[in-house]
């Protein structure tokens, strides 16, 4: 049952407000007398939205309100406003009420607004009531789907044993953040969480990345360093794309699996080493031992409980959470009081195939963000290529907003007024991205000047972030920075 409290001094409405809901047998309704009322109320039971007056003694309404969202940003807060008052409401909502209800207040009024609000906070409401994981102050697994709870049972179970552990998941499934929910609540959680990419090491660095080197222990090695085991020491070491990891390298994991001792190069002594091991892979490891490119034996030894991570279109009820989690994630970053996603762009997020899986939902939200002026996330502001991919249309107004809003965007950028697809329009705007002439009429030259200012102002437009640019503007991630390295552009030029 969705519970609500109704706070207001005069009985009499209180009564018909509990009256109301009532009826429709959806709701538990509880009173409060005013606000102070209202927040010991609150402090000592969860509800899920709050109904309050703005003129009523002792704390204001908006007193009330703020001390309310501090208390629990998750709470709806619908304002009931007489017409004297409605300039209060009007500030209300700005300050993270979701809407307000003027009296005399019609019942078919009072729940239709109430089920909007719903609707629009089912993330929150629903976000709360259930059980995230916590991985670290201000960081936590959501997954409400059986398939994440399973998930969340393996994590549990596995925190209390120091085997090594071994996650699959595509790209952006929260491989590495299931590792660090692993980590903290293991006996290794005072130590550190040390995570290490295998594909992006060189292959003859990486014995002593891992185990560290003596001095002279090879040319260049003018001074002892320390690796990545020792440093972990007691804490866990996060092996992340482990199907990357050389053969030979493969053979030397697997010793100190076993023996629990690694020897630095060069060096003539072995080291104990107390480190817990978790290793993660998008890649097909069993067909790799088929191939030969990864040892059996090594496999064996990390596969004793995997943690298999679904695809997020393979849990879409998740995206509701993942959304709300994320919007409070930027309201915090970025200022703002964004309430919601509206019903048609959460149509439009569950529709969506989430090749990027959570990561991408997360950027796609960043994205929304920095386009969005109202308190909702309207389809207008989602990408260009997930309106495509789900035949997503948008109407008229749609899209007047969202130029309108991608304009300002862009502020003072000489891309303003103009558009990326003009581009083989050489009509007279004195703003085109290319000037054409006689004398230098190559088109490659011109293909590749284009590219560099079009990557440049769109790294502008993105404050200087790869992945928002990369989204914003259909490139793939990989494309865009062979590019920026290409054309020697420095997208940190462009943060803020
Ligand atoms: N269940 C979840 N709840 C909340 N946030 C999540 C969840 N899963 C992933 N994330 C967030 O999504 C982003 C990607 O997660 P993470 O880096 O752990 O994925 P990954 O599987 O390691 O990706 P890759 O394969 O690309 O390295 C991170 O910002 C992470 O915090
Ligand atoms: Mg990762």
Redesign the pocket.
Known sequence: MFKVLVCDDDAGLRLSVQAALAATGRFEVDEAFDGVNALEKIKSKTYNMVLLDVDMPRMTGMEALKAIKEHDPSIIVLILTAYANIDDAVRAVKEGAFNYVSKPIKSEDLVAMVDRAINAFSLISQATASF??Q?EPG?????HTSQ?KK?FNVIMRLSKVDTPVL?R????????????AIHSNSSFKDGKFVAI?CSAIPENLFESELFGHEKGAFTGADQRKIGKFQYAEGGTLFL??IGDLPLLMQVKLLRVLQERTFTPVGANREIESNVRIIA?T?RPLEEMNKKGTFREDLYYRLNVMPIN?PSLADRRA?ID??VN??IQKFNRAQGKKVVGVAPEALTVLKKYDWP????E??NIIEHAFILEESNMIQVSSLPETILGATGTELSAAQLRAREESMDKGLGDSDLDGDNANDSDDDGGSDQEMVKISGDTLDFNKHKEAFEREFIIKALKMFKGRINQTALHANIPKKTLLRKIEKYGINARDYAD
Request: aromatic share 2%.
């Open positions: 995230p994981m991985v960081r936590e697994i959501i997954g994440m998930v996650i998941g595509a790209s952006g499934t929260g491989k590495e953040l299931v590792a660090r990419n992340d794309e993660a998008n991570l998740d959470h993942l989690l994320f990027g899986n959570i990561r939902l997360e």
